[in-house]
């Protein structure tokens, strides 16, 4: 039993009419999610030893400005996570064991920091412009301990052994996003709107599996095999272009034996226009290791596996509404 709380507590300076300056602060504490409280939820129902919530910090502040022409946000924050659970199942080939294990970390910290930046723009004439950046940094920042268990059997292969994973990044999302967008709305009821979108620092899942010390025993810490190791793949930074268009008809104008207002809508909306296969949404290093390669300075010799967005979608909507 999880005896979670949580409190929230803010405040908004007015400066003026146009101007806001504010302050939130929260902490909650979480019960860990049901597939990482067991050492093998596929085979047994052994728990985690001193199961405990995890405690959750989080503070932010920022600038309002709402003017009629113009409105503009800028915000800093901070948030702690203290006393994670992850739990994490590879194939493990080369170092005595060759079978499917869970790796379950316990005393996971990790950080999340950074800003957001905002500013919509009315340009007049039905143009209106907007822009938003994103820029943080998420990462681990402590080195959890792992129990290694073997799937398949009751074996417990390893208590208490430390993972080196600090200040390795938190896995695929990216840690900086840009969107700027401009649409145009007719007085005629219709729309169109296109929005260029960027994104980068998004990282490979990092495998416990090769960042113990049986891993890196004997390997020089000034090495670039040391390097290689203990390093994280960033994915390559990625691009979209998106279109949107709409249209209202107000139905009454063409039937007139219609008693209530009612309106025809049209919504189109093409993502990803210029078909970007390139978008990597996930992926993860492999368990799977080769300890001369290894120690050889190659740990990838078991290629990451990822896996890819999908290009170029559409969506069409058609709306009835009676008012």
Same mark, same amino acid.
């Given at each position: 039993?999880?005896?979670?709380?949580?409190?929230?507590?803010?405040?908004?300076?007015?400066?003026?009419?146009?101007?806001?300056?504010?302050?939130?602060?929260?902490?909650?504490?979480?019960?860990?999610?049901?597939?990482?409280? !067991?050492? $093998?939820? *596929?085979?047994?129902? /052994?728990?985690?030893? =001193?199961? +405990?919530?995890?405690?959750?910090?989080?503070? @932010?502040?920022?600038?309002?400005?709402?003017?009629?022409?113009?409105?503009?946000?800028?915000?800093?924050?901070?948030?702690?996570?203290?006393?994670?659970?992850?739990?994490?199942?590879?194939?493990?080939?080369?170092?005595?064991?060759?079978?499917?294990?869970?790796?379950?970390?316990?005393?996971?910290?990790?950080?999340?920091?950074?800003?957001?930046?905002?500013?919509?723009?009315?340009?007049?004439?039905?143009?209106?412009?907007?822009?938003?950046?994103?820029?943080?940094?998420? !990462?681990? $920042?402590? *080195?959890?301990?792992? /129990?290694?268990?073997? =799937?398949? +059997?009751?074996?417990?292969?390893?208590?208490? @052994?430390?993972?080196?994973?600090?200040?390795?990044?938190?896995?695929?999302?990216?840690?900086?996003?840009?969107?700027?967008?401009?649409?145009?709305?007719?007085?005629?009821?219709?729309?169109?709107?296109?929005?260029?979108?960027?994104?980068?620092?998004?990282?490979?899942?990092?495998?416990?599996?090769?960042?113990?010390?049986?891993?890196?025993?004997?390997?020089?810490?000034?090495?670039?095999?040391?390097?290689?190791?203990?390093?994280?793949?960033?994915?390559?930074?990625?691009?979209?272009?998106?279109?949107?268009?709409?249209?209202?008809?107000?139905?009454?104008?063409?039937?007139?034996?219609?008693?209530?207002?009612?309106?025809?809508?049209?919504?189109?909306?093409?993502?990803?226009?210029?078909?970007?296969?390139?978008?990597?949404?996930?992926?993860?290093?492999?368990?799977?290791?080769?300890?001369?390669?290894?120690?050889?300075?190659?740990?990838?010799?078991?290629?990451?596996?990822?896996?890819?967005?999908?290009?170029?979608?559409?969506?069409?909507?058609?709306?009835?509404?009676?008012?």
């Amino acid at each position: 039993m999880f005896p979670d709380v949580g409190v929230k507590a803010g405040a908004t300076y007015k400066v003026n009419g146009r101007n806001y300056v504010f302050a939130n602060a929260g902490y909650m504490t979480r019960a860990p999610f049901f597939n990482n409280m !067991y050492l $093998s939820p *596929r085979s047994r129902n /052994t728990t985690v030893g =001193d199961l +405990t919530s995890e405690k959750i910090t989080s503070v @932010e502040g920022g600038y309002l400005h709402i003017a009629p022409k113009i409105k503009g946000k800028l915000k800093l924050y901070y948030t702690n996570f203290k006393d994670g659970i992850e739990s994490r199942s590879y194939y493990l080939q080369g170092f005595g064991t060759n079978s499917y294990v869970n790796y379950t970390l316990s005393g996971i910290e990790k950080v999340h920091a950074g800003t957001e930046i905002s500013v919509d723009a009315n340009l007049g004439m039905g143009l209106s412009a907007m822009a938003v950046a994103s820029i943080g940094q998420y !990462y681990y $920042s402590s *080195r959890p301990t792992a /129990t290694i268990t073997v =799937d398949n +059997t009751n074996t417990v292969q390893s208590t208490g @052994e430390v993972v080196y994973m600090k200040n390795l990044h938190v896995d695929n999302t990216p840690q900086n996003a840009f969107t700027v967008g401009l649409n145009y709305r007719s007085k005629k009821f219709w729309y169109v709107g296109v929005n260029a979108n960027c994104f980068s620092n998004s990282y490979v899942e990092a495998s416990p599996a090769r960042r113990t010390g049986d891993i890196i025993d004997g390997v020089d810490e000034n090495s670039q095999a040391w390097e290689k190791i203990l390093g994280q793949e960033r994915y390559d930074a990625q691009m979209t272009l998106d279109l949107s268009a709409g249209w209202s008809i107000k139905l009454n104008n063409h039937i007139k034996a219609l008693k209530r207002n009612t309106f025809f809508l049209i919504n189109l909306n093409i993502n990803n226009l210029l078909d970007n296969k390139d978008i990597i949404t996930n992926g993860y290093e492999q368990g799977r290791l080769d300890k001369s390669a290894v120690l050889s300075g190659r740990p990838d010799v078991f290629a990451s596996k990822y896996s890819y967005a999908f290009g170029r979608t559409y969506m069409i909507s058609f709306i009835l509404r009676m008012n």
